[in-house]
């Protein structure tokens, strides 16, 4: 019996892509090409016509959404700064609880800024309606609440190392996930309208 290279998917004899990746199986022929052919499936034909999109344009996106995470913290450490007298002359500074405060709220804050607008506008972050991108299922559908709340609590995984654990994971996927998008069943793609 074959195995996926890429998924280690059990392979049926004669198949050209792997069921659960998409990628093409090692040694499978094309009868006109004579080669299999290098043109990424989604699996089981899922998700036709999107155009995923790569590290690059997702980073960018990235960049804009996090201004505004940056916005949020310094407003959030001069809220708590005030209240807790960890002001200065140059902005805040604040050690022990009240810098743990202002961590987790931003940390909440950000959960809740992917997930809520990623699910009710459409799969888009202000960055990646700047950049003309949007999350959706792999097969081009909505993204749903539960799906929008996995992807993104696995940032945390993704983003070890200033997401080179994602970025490594989106150049190895023939759909272009990340962990969060592989577990939550999403895509990123070309803005279009979701079926």
């Given at each position: ?6 998924c ?25 090409l004579?080669?299999?052919s290098?043109i990424?499936?989604?699996?089981a ?5 999107l155009?995923?999109?790569g590290?690059?344009i ?11 995470m940056?916005?949020?913290f310094?407003v ?18 604040m ?36 950049t ?5 299922r ?22 070890f ?11 190895r ?16 793609v ?6």
């Open positions: 019996m074959k195995f996926c290279h890429q280690g998917t059990a392979l049926e004899e004669g198949v050209r892509f792997c069921p659960n990746c998409g990628i093409p199986v090692r040694g499978s022929e094309d009868p006109v004579g080669k299999a290098m990424p499936k989604s699996p034909g899922l998700g036709k016509g155009e995923y999109k590290v690059g997702r980073f960018a996106a990235q960049l804009i959404d996090l201004v505004v940056l916005i949020f310094f959030i450490g001069r809220i708590v700064a005030g209240i807790f007298g960890g002001t200065s002359s140059d902005g805040f500074e050690h022990g609880s009240p810098a743990f405060l202002v961590i987790i709220l931003t940390s909440i804050f950000g959960l809740a800024y992917f997930t809520v607008l990623e699910t009710w506008w459409g799969g888009q972050t202000l960055g990646k309606k700047l003309g991108i949007q999350v959706a792999e097969d081009g559908g909505s993204i749903d609440f539960s799906a929008a709340i996995i992807r993104n609590i696995l940032r945390v995984v993704d983003g190392c200033f997401y080179l654990i994602g970025a490594i994971l989106i150049w996927s023939p759909l272009k996930q990340r962990l969060g998008d592989r577990i939550a069943h999403t895509v990123v070309k803005r279009y309208v979701p079926l």
